[in-house]
């Protein structure tokens, strides 16, 4: 699996409050990592404006949109040089927003996009879903999203959710990356549904195992397992995990997105859906990488539960 390493970052900017504060964020990080940041705004196309027989009017309103997005764009990059000291550049896109940003990432080789996201629920939380949604749902590298304005710069309490499904463990080197440079205290969080022993053990092992790879691979004193780590039983992992950051006072909750089938393709899996459209603080989701998972062509499973993925 690819080592995770933060040298460039991709923020989406629509200008709305979450992600201005998003791009704080972005920022902040970008200048703990030595990262270069690219902002990004993504003009939608706005049908409206093309009256039949009226293409100039159109033609005139797109460059007025894109130069006041520019300037506007220029303008946040040289706020945030100046106080973070980081080599920035700005990206202007038209069409659609969610499909643009995944593009670009891909583009600019982007190891993690950071935005802001305003949540979502019923109807469009089940079938469409937010920009953020789909950016998260579509995205090849880690994605952060910002709902709220959070407590402290940066993640000091780093929620680790842990069950036993095939790539939950995936995530544990993204979280001591993010550990040691943010000098923060990681908090495992164990998750099972069932009440049998033999899962219940399993379990166990595994969370005992990603506890002492933590602590060989911590390279900052100051980053240790939270105190609080425990083991929480019920069918809504989502809910069980922001209940347990609330309690703890997290500012970051890191998950695999996970799979689930439907009628209409591949979609995050409902326990990351819930958490990207309902937590009030950060959230970085991982796609899985399903070739880490295989021991020539056996999957890992077969294999000592923890022994060849962390070697």
């Not at 200008?15 to 791009?23: G, I, R």
């Not at 670009?104 to 993690?112: P, R, T, W, Y």
């Not at 040691?180 to 166990?204: F, Q, W």
């Not at 083991?231 to 689930?260: C, F, P, S």
Request: proline residues 4%.
């Amino acid at each position: 699996m690819k080592k995770f390493n933060i040298k460039k970052i991709l923020i989406p900017l629509d200008f709305s409050e979450t992600s201005l504060l998003a791009m704080e964020d972005g920022a902040y990080m970008a200048s703990l990592f030595k990262a270069d940041i690219t902002l990004l705004n993504v003009i939608r196309l706005n049908w409206s404006a093309y009256r039949m027989g009226d293409l100039p009017l159109a033609d005139d309103f797109m460059i007025y949109q894109e130069e006041n997005a520019l300037q506007r764009l220029n303008q946040l990059a040289d706020e945030m040089r100046h106080k973070f000291d980081i080599q920035i550049e700005t990206k202007l896109e038209t069409g659609f927003v969610s499909p643009a940003i995944v593009e670009v990432a891909e583009k600019c080789n982007a190891d993690l996009i950071i935005m802001g996201t305003h949540g979502v629920s019923g109807f469009m939380e089940r079938f469409i879903g937010s920009n953020a949604y789909r950016v998260v749902n579509d995205s090849t590298c880690p994605v952060i999203t910002i709902q709220a304005r959070t407590k402290r710069k940066g993640f000091k309490e780093i929620v680790l959710p842990i069950d036993n499904s095939l790539y939950s463990r995936q995530k544990v080197d993204h979280v001591i990356e993010l550990a040691n440079h943010y000098d923060s205290r990681i908090h495992i969080l164990g998750l099972t549904h069932a009440a049998d022993e033999n899962e219940i053990n399993k379990l166990k092992i595994r969370l005992k195992e990603i506890e002492e790879y933590i602590d060989k691979n911590a390279l900052i004193p100051n980053t240790q397992i939270g105190s609080n780590k425990q083991i929480r039983q019920g069918v809504n992992y989502a809910k069980n995990t922001m209940a347990y950051a609330d309690e703890i006072g997290a500012d970051l909750i890191v998950i695999m997105t996970e799979w689930e089938e439907n009628v209409t393709g591949l979609f995050i899996g409902p326990f990351a859906r819930q958490i990207v459209n309902h937590s009030k603080i950060p959230v970085m989701s991982i796609r899985p990488d399903v070739e880490a998972e295989l021991v020539g062509d056996r999957p890992l499973w077969m294999e000592s539960p923890l022994k060849y993925y962390f070697e």
